[in-house]
């Protein structure tokens, strides 16, 4: 049986090892402050991942009852629970019906149900961010901001800019930089950006499903660095960065579009699972497997809901949800909700 959390609190302590190293942390001197900096429970199970500097300080610190912090708390983990409950959990139902049964859908179906799953592990994952830092933001607490709409990345890079913030930044500070990082001869670039988002994939589960999908990722910054003067010229000569709003919807697409293909292997039971959906994709085409219509309408609210919450954020910084109803939001999850007590998807890494 492994320990609950094991990556996530074994990545803080290294967090905390490889600081006091480096002097740019004291050594813990008290014990107990020390395993609640390691196991600090509302991060414990999927992040996000703290650096001592950020979080230690905070367990020596007077935390007082503050009635607008609680609330606070409390609506970000509403939110949290929408997120997972609402569309989470209601597109789980679709995805793996879909992604358990390949050789079964067509490529129409197969295009959807990877569609979904971007939204499913994105509100799974985030969902759980949401309520954690919701949590200890009731208890006094701050922790970092772990996603930030990483479905409006312009980039495959500014996606990785946004998802898990905390782990991207771990393997960035020590691993990528260790390596020499940006400051090294193109071909080394390109070898170091490799090798990281392959170990990444490989943190995720030794399968050539996550390693593929690890080093999928890499390519697509590899190969964006590669083309970048090309595609500058492409972009000029068509004449759509000249439209700024067509050219930002453009980016936006492709990057949903080429992070959702990577996740077929991500999300895939098998390697050979993930080569007949791509094949299927690419070859097969037909009407779109719907079992349970009131599935697909709930998930299509939800989605709908999300959406217009992180236009809000993204475009107009603001948030929606404050002009709305918390008791409505609360009714969306009790009518919309699935209650079947499904994990979050990464509580297996």
Known sequence: LL?????????QAMSYTIEVYRGKQKPEKHFGIFSLYVMFFPQLVAGPIERPQNLLHQFYEKHNFEYTR????????????????????????????????????????????????????????????????????????????????????????????????????????????????????????????????AISGLWHGADWTFIIWGSLNGFYLVFALITRNYRQKINSFTGIDKSPRLFLFQQILVTFLLISFSRIFFRANSLSDAMLVIKKIFTESGKIFIENPSIMIFSFAGLLILLLVEMKQEFFANWIVRNLSYAAVVLLILIMGVFDGGQFIYFQF
């Open 3 to 11: 320990p609950i959390g094991l990556s996530f609190h074994t990545f």
């Open 70 to 197: 609680v609330v606070e708390g409390l609506k970000l983990m509403l939110w949290g629970f929408f997120k997972k409950l609402v569309i989470a959990d209601r597109l789980a139902i679709y995805v793996d019906s879909v992604f358990n049964n390949v050789e079964n859908h067509n490529g129409t179906t197969l295009i959807l149900a990877t569609i979904f799953f971007s939204f499913q592990i994105y509100c799974d994952f985030s969902g759980y961010a949401d309520i954690a830092i919701g949590s200890a933001k009731i208890l006094g607490f701050d922790l970092m901001t772990n996603f930030k709409r990483p479905i409006f990345a312009r980039t495959t890079g500014d996606h990785w800019k946004r998802w898990h913030i905390s782990l991207s930044s771990w393997f960035k500070d020590y691993l990528y930089f260790p390596m020499g990082g940006s400051r090294v001869s193109t071909q080394r670039l390109y070898y170091n950006l490799m090798v990281v988002f």
